[in-house]
């Protein structure tokens, strides 16, 4: 049975071989969130990749839609009608794995997101339905409107505008089925953030009316499944998943900087990531065992 490190690394690995392939993209944020996701998509998210339109699905939206490999991944890896030749033509005309996630290409993909702040938004609009639709259908004894929205997003995101509007708002309606996780690793496209975002972002979502659970290991499968939990057991208030993540994770002279986040890692490092990670698979290559798990969860 492979290993949960060794999941995560399935996303990594095919995140660095799309961007490469496509000559274009941000590789740093998949391989940075890939614990995080691989602990969502396999022990909590409620969803079937046979019939992705599913009424009580849980929503999954990546607000930081440039690191789009990782919902791709997760699609592919999950059995949702993505397949290795859809992969390879990430960010090609009319493919299905466009450069930002785009509704109605890839099943699977609730919302187009890219323009930061947007994806988090629409997470809201998704969280408030499922509570208006639950007060109005549930009943005591049968809850047919009853599932879980969770968004990813970034620094990015936080900086814009329609992420204070729309977070303010989940807060005053008490969205307690909103889990967002925040991919905390100090780095944009133009480097560390420090000179252009000082934020105290758990202050701020607290005064929104959330509940905040900080400073998670982003790598650490057990932190993230205790803070899901938690999230899940207050019903009252959206939760804010602090993740303290390293950008680019695996990779040996490029992870945690501003060199991972736009860019492919080039032959040579991902040369050396295939290596640092012990994966020795070829580009595009998951074993069978490796898709059994996945496929299993």
């Known amino acids: 049975m492979p290993s949960r490190i060794e999941l995560a690394n399935a996303i990594r690995a095919l995140s660095m071989d799309a961007v490469q392939k496509a000559k274009s993209g941000h590789p740093g944020a998949p391989m ?3 614990d995080i996701a691989e602990v969502l998509w396999n022990d909590f998210l409620s969803h079937n990749p046979k019939n992705p339109n599913w009424s009580n699905r849980d929503r999954f939206v990546l607000s930081n839609g440039h690191g789009s490999m990782l919902i791709y991944s997760l699609l592919h890896l999950s059995g949702y009608d993505l397949s290795v030749e859809d992969l390879k033509q990430f960010r090609q005309m ?3 794995t466009p450069g ?10 609730e919302t187009t997101t890219g323009p930061l702040g947007q994806g988090v938004t629409n997470a809201v609009g998704m969280a408030l339905a499922e509570k208006v639709l639950a007060a109005q259908f549930n009943k005591d004894d049968y809850a047919v409107v009853d599932h879980y929205t969770y968004t990813f997003l970034g620094d990015g995101c936080l900086m814009e505008g329609i992420s204070h509007e729309a977070c303010s708002l ?3 309606h008490k969205l307690g089925k909103l889990i967002a996780f925040y991919d ?8 560390e953030i420090e000179g252009w975002f000082t934020d105290d972002t758990p202050k701020r979502f607290e005064s929104y009316g959330w509940q905040v659970i900080p ?4 790598h650490d499968p057990e932190q993230i499944k205790a803070a899901v939990e938690k999230a899940q057991a207050e019903t009252g208030k959206p939760t804010l998943i602090c993740c303290k993540t390293i950008i680019g994770k695996g990779s040996p002279n490029k992870a945690g900087s501003h060199d991972c986040h736009g860019a492919p890692l080039g032959d040579d490092e991902i040369a050396a ?3 640092e990670l012990g994966w020795e698979h070829d580009p595009f290559v998951i074993t069978q065992e490796i898709k059994d798990a996945w496929d299993g969860t």
């Open 32 to 34: 940075g969130m890939a």
């Open 94 to 96: 009319d493919s299905k």
């Open 100 to 109: 930002h996630p785009e509704y109605g290409y890839a099943p699977g993909v």
């Open 170 to 172: 989940a807060g005053t």
């Open 184 to 191: 905390d690793n100090n780095i944009s496209i133009d480097g």
């Open 215 to 218: 400073a998670v290991d982003g």
């Open 273 to 275: 990531t295939r290596k």
